[in-house]
């Protein structure tokens, strides 16, 4: 199995920065893919950026430009880094892990942190 613990979150005003970070321990070396999640209330969860184990990346269009993700293979740790925060990036983080299984990698089994809560407020 395989257990993440976020850091990094944090209250910070508009335009601001904040790094989250993600620590994967237990199962790491079989993670396939990284990424956040943000959940913000009465909105559903909704992917913010990922990155695979080859370092292809993707980000959400509401995002891109303002966030990168990163990952160091040797401290199994992956980022978030966050830049020109606005109100509308409030919302719980999730760092999530994905890990394909079986014969044909056929499964797909995703593993979620604890969350950190992202506000954007002056």
């Known amino acids: 199995q395989v257990q993440l613990v976020e850091s990094g979150g944090g209250l910070v005003q508009p335009g601001g920065s904040l790094r989250l970070s993600c620590a994967a321990s237990?199962?790491?070396?079989?993670?396939?893919?990284m990424g956040w999640y943000r959940q913000a209330p009465g909105k559903q969860r909704e992917l913010v950026a990922a990155?695979?184990?080859?370092?292809?990346?993707e980000y959400a269009d509401s995002v891109k430009g303002r966030v990168t993700i990163s990952r160091d293979n040797a401290k199994n740790t992956v980022y978030l880094q966050m830049n020109s925060l606005k109100p509308e990036d409030t919302a719980v983080y999730y760092c999530?892990?994905?890990?394909?299984?079986?014969?044909?990698?056929?499964?797909?089994?995703?593993?979620w942190g604890q969350g950190t809560q992202v506000t954007v407020s002056s």
């Open positions: 237990g199962s790491s070396a079989s993670i396939n893919a």
């Open positions: 990155i695979t184990t080859d370092g292809s990346t």
């Open positions: 999530n892990a994905k890990i394909m299984s079986g014969r044909w990698k056929q499964y797909t089994y995703d593993y």
